[in-house]
């Protein structure tokens, strides 16, 4: 069965840098469009980051764009978000998500980022 099983979360302070991974599983990882998506307390779902099947298109929200990186490794079937410079508006439960015919088809069970001081 499909898995996505994130990791990296915790607690940085402002302006510190963490990194996400994504680790996929039960399909083929390198055909598919991935994405991550947050959700900060108390609202609703925002898209955050997008890459193609071989990760030399990539495209990010205007709020994160400078700060943060998505990328690949379809060898190792991963999904990474490198992310800089962070900010309190960053805090969110982060998931990746597998692209499907009609936006993405399977989530991870997110992996919690604070940032605080």
């Known amino acids: 069965q499909v898995q996505l099983v994130e990791s990296g979360g915790g607690l940085v302070q402002p302006g510190g840098s963490l990194r996400l991974s994504c680790t996929a599983s039960?399909?083929?990882?390198?055909?598919?469009?991935m994405y991550w998506v947050r959700q900060a307390p108390g609202k609703g779902l925002e898209w955050v980051s997008a890459t193609n099947t071989g990760g030399s298109s990539t495209d990010y929200t205007d709020s994160v764009k400078g700060r943060f990186t998505i990328s690949r490794d379809n060898a190792k079937n991963t999904l990474y978000l490198e992310m800089n410079n962070m900010n309190a508006e960053d805090t969110a439960l982060y998931y990746c998500a597998r692209g499907g015919d009609y936006g993405y088809d399977y989530w991870g069970q997110g992996t919690q980022v604070t940032v605080s001081s």
């Open positions: 039960g399909f083929t990882f390198s055909v598919y469009w």
